[in-house]
């Protein structure tokens, strides 16, 4: 059911989960995600902020573009992007890659240290896709899979992540 933002506001979970199940799930999967990401900021395990945790993710995500590539997925300048990308180097989590056909061009990608990071919260979406096996039957879990499939696949045309 389309609903607007000021309609969705007033509802609590339960609700929300009855008018637009999707957005109740991705939701929780978020507040799942900002609790941990604010956790570790907290317990100094993660030296970055809030911003280079989403800019770092969309690199890993966007599978090794150009700063340029990276400037254009965010909607933001060049500059502006190399200033940022140029923070997660130093830091430890994104690297350059030249490019082997053309020595200009630069490649970014993540690092082992990023890696370790990211590792401890796909644990969490590993317990769910547990719960799930354990819950539905085969057949269930499959064609929960292949929506899942068709939703990444045809339902998201403005996010495509496939160069």
Do not use: W
């Amino acid at each position: 059911m389309n609903m607007s933002p000021e309609d969705r506001a007033g509802l609590d979970s339960t609700e929300q989960l009855e008018r637009n199940p999707l957005s109740a799930l991705y939701s929780k999967f978020r507040i799942h995600y900002y609790r941990d990401v604010f956790r570790r900021i907290n317990s100094r395990e993660l030296s970055l902020t809030t911003t280079e945790v989403y800019c770092v993710e969309i690199i890993h995500n966007l599978g090794k573009p150009t700063i340029q590539e990276f400037a254009n997925f965010i909607g933001i300048s060049s500059p502006n992007a190399t200033y940022k990308v140029n923070s997660l180097i130093k830091k430890g989590y994104v690297k350059k890659l030249q490019s082997d056909t053309d020595k200009r061009e630069f490649y970014l990608d993540v690092t082992e240290k990023f890696y370790r990071y990211y590792n401890i919260n796909e644990k969490y979406l590993d317990i769910v896709e547990e719960r799930l096996k354990n819950e539905l039957s085969p057949e269930e879990f499959k064609m929960f899979n292949d929506t899942l499939k068709k939703i990444y696949y045809e339902m998201m045309p403005e996010v495509n992540l496939d160069k």
